[in-house]
């Protein structure tokens, strides 16, 4: 585990999957258990953390190309068309 960022820093996973310090908050969360990125305002994501899941495995990207090199995949929810285009290259 690594120490929380200073003031004004924040936490986001690089391409390759390891937590980086920014001095920008990231575009897109994601759930480090079943490796799902979606918008910050995703409502499966924030039902989740309203029912106290989630949090603790929450993770930050930069953009959908970071996501996707660390072994992210969309999600189906916030994400219909960029998860279609996953399912398909399944």
Not at 61 to 88: H, I, M, N, S
Request: aromatic share 10%; glycine share 14%; with cysteine.
């Amino acid at each position: 585990m690594t120490a929380a960022p200073g003031p004004g820093r924040y936490t986001l996973i690089g391409p390759d999957g390891v937590p980086r310090s920014s001095q920008t908050p990231g575009t897109l969360g994601g759930y480090r258990r079943s490796r799902i990125y979606g918008r910050l305002d995703c409502p499966a994501a924030l039902r989740a953390m309203a029912q106290g899941g989630y949090v603790t495995h929450r993770v930050f990207f930069a953009d959908e190309a970071t996501a996707v090199a660390a072994g992210y995949r969309p999600c189906g929810r916030c994400l219909p068309k960029q998860y279609a285009e996953w399912r398909a290259a399944q």
